[in-house]
């Protein structure tokens, strides 16, 4: 079966420091690979998706990037933090190897907070 | 424009009442997906259910049920005989083939007390 990962649980840092959040997942290959955040208030907004090694899509201009170095694990940095960043970062997978409608199973999630 | 709308922000019940959420979506596709997620307290969504646009037969899972209706463009899930833990924030989602990303709603806080 299929489990993702993801890590630190939770994170704590000063503003103008880096980041680095880090997504695997098992039990699959090619998968997609997505990442979103949710601030205060609930709404999911989705940061990144990658449908394969080095192929990444933004989807909104911010402090954040994303690379795809291995088939199964996806990393989400920043070089300098803003307190606007902080918030509960979710990664999920689905089967692609394309834009996909499929089913999207989601990481436990990494709480961000930005001080 | 927002696809997905969830228009309960939250709703409170008590212990083995009956809940219904409701979820109306925005599409020009023929051929979409909806969704719906839990996410209990500890953050993590839980995937419940995935309907095609073609399939309208109405779904039931255990206490879960799902009742999908092309013509008012809803996707309303309820729970019955609720219980206190399913408390969580529930969202709606949708995917069309012409975008092949999940468009979720705001999501909907379910509190059931004892």
């Known amino acids: 079966s299929q489990t993702i990962h993801q890590w630190p649980a939770t994170l704590v840092q000063p503003v103008g420091s880096p980041l680095s959040l880090e997504c695997t997942v098992e039990?699959?290959?090619?998968?997609?690979l997505y990442w979103y955040r949710q601030a205060a208030g609930r709404g999911l907004q989705l940061l990144f998706y990658s449908v394969g090694i080095g192929q990444i899509s933004s989807e909104v201009p911010q402090n954040l990037s994303a690379s795809r170095p291995q088939d199964r694990q996806f990393i989400l940095s920043s070089k300098k933090l803003l307190l606007s960043d902080s918030g509960f970062y979710l990664c999920a997978w689905s089967a692609g190897g394309g834009p996909s409608t499929d089913t999207q199973y989601f990481g436990p999630g990494t709480r961000l907070t930005v001080l | 424009a927002q696809k997905v709308t969830q228009a309960q922000t939250e709703i409170s019940v008590v212990e083995k009442e009956d809940v219904t959420l409701d979820c109306v979506y925005e599409?020009?596709?023929?051929?979409?997906?909806l969704f719906w997620y839990k996410q209990p307290p500890s953050g993590e969504l839980v995937f419940l259910i995935r309907?095609?646009?073609?399939?309208?037969q109405n779904e039931i899972s255990g206490r879960y049920s799902w009742n999908f209706q092309k013509s008012t463009s809803s996707f309303n899930f309820t729970i019955t005989a609720s219980q206190v833990v399913d408390s969580a924030v529930y969202f709606c989602?949708?995917?069309?083939?012409?975008?092949?990303?999940?468009?979720f709603g705001a999501g909907t806080q379910v509190v059931v007390t004892p």
């Open positions: 989602a949708l995917s069309e083939t012409s975008w092949g990303k999940l468009q």
């Open positions: 599409t020009r596709d023929t051929t979409y997906y």
């Open positions: 309907r095609n646009s073609f399939d309208e």
């Open positions: 039990g699959t290959s090619n998968p997609n």
